[in-house]
């Protein structure tokens, strides 16, 4: 028996054989001396047309799937493989070298693959997996092999698949009934493949560095506690199988809490709303009885787009979320780029403390066109459900000014275009201690506050939230952020408006007596903690307070 430890990208539990999945198309590509190198251009441009062919399919497979965040994927790699420079490369490689179309490939998709590789940006450095999976495919093609690769389909039983780094195609391609679980050795948890591994609700772990898997080897994945064990013992087993039937069980018991109230034994009531970041989110939401949605970030169509999502593209999301919500709230919150959230096409120049930097708000300012592109989205989507907007990042009344003032201007634009849309509710988040100190004066000027703890805990206590090294000193229960949350209360209420708490601490239960205590209005969760918290507050008793 042999545990190892990884980074959870879902939480789950699976007990099952291991499949390894071996990386690439399993082709072996060597050099073949060509004569015509004319047809072998031809070759590979036959192969192209064919991928992309493949490529569409796959992307209207993952839409009826997973939705636009799964289809955005294929199309980026369509985009990859029209890319003029790419094809010039490979075209050049075949007539200088008189060489294969596979060779030509496999050469130059391995030197993009080492320059995406090397870049200090982890959505770039995921740009390399997207590169090999389009190189492995066209080799697959020219081969004659007419399928997709064998372990797509051929998963006769179930198993946790382990691979060194997965490809958005791989998972969307597996057999899910027959998935327990994913495994893989690298991958960053920002990749496209974490994305798709936590909407599709399946137990993941990255980053399990271990030379012990052999192929159907039995294993026991914890992905609550982060680990993976190899060839467990009994004792092992039989604990995971105790902690599955009670987790079975207390999630029966939490079924029977929808459609309840999420008030306390006293009568206190608090909204209990959603963080969710595609559009699928809301049918998740819903599922887990979300009284509305507390947070809808918007950075996810940017990011896994190739360029900028239109105002019809954003339209339709906004207007799908506003929809399968209604008449249930939908906060919406603008853009909020910059920092770790980064996409090549922004072209936002490399910054010495990005926490600190072009982001959020700021980035929506400096480009009003951007900014008007997404508030148009969201005024028309407005007309199908209850949506409010607000506002990341807020340090200034300013800023709500200029805010107000390019809204104003996107509201005259859609009159004289004769638009139908509707005025939302305006809000903030209150995520820096600028904003917490002047909450008195963002409180007139905002129609709801939301408090962003996982920022507000980074600026308060000086820490950066992406800095693995500094987990043992973010504290986000520190007296300085509850004495924030105090005070930010108080000025709401003293405006007559609504404040929640949508950072990660919304969901955290030691504080839900607190937070209900202090006269926060809403909290808002990811959809599997509704449940759990709303338990949490249907047994708390504030009457001895009083
Ligand atoms: C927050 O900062 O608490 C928040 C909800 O926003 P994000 O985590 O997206 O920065
Ligand atoms: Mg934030």
Redesign the pocket.
Known sequence: MYTCQGKIIQPGLAIGPIKILSSGSGISVSPVAIEDVEAEIGRFRNARFTATDELRTLSEKALADVGKSGSAIFEAYMLLLADEEYIVAVEKNILANHVNAEYAIDETSRELEAVFSAIDDEYIRARAVDMRDISSRLIRILSGQKNEPGYAKDLTQPVILYADELSPVDILQLNRNMLLGLVTRSGSTNSHAAILARSLEIPALFGIETDRLSDMIPAALDAYLGTLTIDPDRETLRMLEQKKQSLAHQNRLLQELKGQPSVTKDGHFISLYA?ISGQNGAENALSNDAEGIG?L?TEFLYLESADYPSEETQFQAYKKVAETMAPRKVIIRTL?IGADKQTGYFKLKKEENPALGLRGIRVCLTRPQLFKTQLRALYRAGVYGQIAIMF?MITSVEELVSIKKIAAEVRLELSEEKIPYQEPEMGI?I?TPAAVMISDLLAGEADFFSI?????TQYTLAIDRQNESLDAFYDPHHEALLRMLRLVTENAHKANIRVGI???LAADQSLTETFLRMGIDELSVSPSQILPLRRKIRETDLSHYN
């Open positions: 963080n947070l970030r909020d990341p988040m995520e962003g703890s996982n920022d507000l949508c950072g990660e």
